[in-house]
Antibody
Framework: QLQLQESGPGLVKPSETLSLTCSVSGGSISSSNYYWGWIRQSPGRGLEWIGSIYYSGSTFYNPSLQSRVTVSLDTSMNQFSLRLTSVTAADTAVYYC???????????WGQGTLVTVSS | QSALTQPPSVSGSPGQSVTISCTGTSSDVGSYNRVCWYQQPPGTAPKLMIYEVSNRPSGVPDRFSGSKSGNTASLTISGLQAEDEADYYCSSYTRSSTHNYVFGTGTKVTVL
């Protein structure tokens, strides 16, 4: 059974960079035809797709966040990562990592990790 | 990209059926058969219940069914059970110059 687990700081200061890692077990992130993505959820913004990376390394980002987001793969560690720069309080949310089907729909989700942006 | 529109809440008694609507546009729901539905009990991650408008992943009860007409998708829960009480979200693939993805505003299902 595929499992995903997010890890990273729970508190980030305004203007700094949010960095999270998703560890994948029970399957390889190099498996063909899957995307690996990040989604966040907050009371004010609901569920919001952030960005995804294809097994081949191609990346796709939400246009509203594109200037601040980087998603990358680490096949040696079977992990993928999120970087979000210049964060503000509006970036406070529960961040989920997910495996997406070839139709881009998120299928398996991590348990989520709360990231608070505050000084 | 705007969120898909769902009613804030629906309710029903055990054994009844409830239907949740999800209204998008011709750029998302209306253009692609890539609508999903997720169930999210409090404090947990969303769980995929329906993909590609009407397909159920293995293990999802056949009480859950999905459909689409034009720019609106729907999720029907038949034979409502207490364990179905949760938030439900729809989602859809969309595309402008590249891949994009949008979620619904969410619906709280209450079992009376």
């Amino acid at each position: 059974q595929l499992q995903l687990q997010e890890s990273g700081p729970g508190l980030v200061k305004p203007s700094e960079t949010l960095s999270l890692t998703c560890s994948v077990s029970g399957g390889s992130i190099s498996s063909s035809n899957y995307y690996w993505g990040w989604i966040r959820q907050s009371p004010g913004r609901g569920l919001e797709w952030i960005g995804s990376i294809y097994y081949s390394g191609s990346t796709f980002y939400n246009p509203s966040l594109q200037s601040r987001v980087t998603v990358s793969l680490d096949t040696s560690m079977n992990q993928f990562s999120l970087r979000l720069t210049s964060v503000t309080a509006a970036d406070t949310a529960v961040y989920y990592c997910a495996r997406q089907r070839d139709d881009f729909s998120p299928e398996y989700w991590g348990q989520g990790t709360l990231v608070t942006v505050s000084s | 990209q705007s969120a898909l529109t769902q009613p804030p809440s629906v309710s029903g008694s055990p054994g009844q059926s409830v239907t949740i609507s999800c209204t998008g546009t011709s750029s998302d729901v209306g253009s692609y058969n890539r609508v999903c539905w997720y169930q999210q009990p409090p404090g947990t991650a969303p769980k995929l219940m329906i993909y590609e408008v009407s397909n159920r992943p293995s293990g999802v009860p056949d009480r859950f069914s999905g459909s689409k007409s034009g720019n609106t998708a729907s999720l029907t829960i038949s034979g409502l059970q207490a364990e179905d009480e949760a938030d439900y979200y729809c989602s859809s693939y969309t595309r402008s110059s590249t891949h994009n993805y949008v979620f619904g505003t969410g619906t709280k299902v209450t079992v009376l």
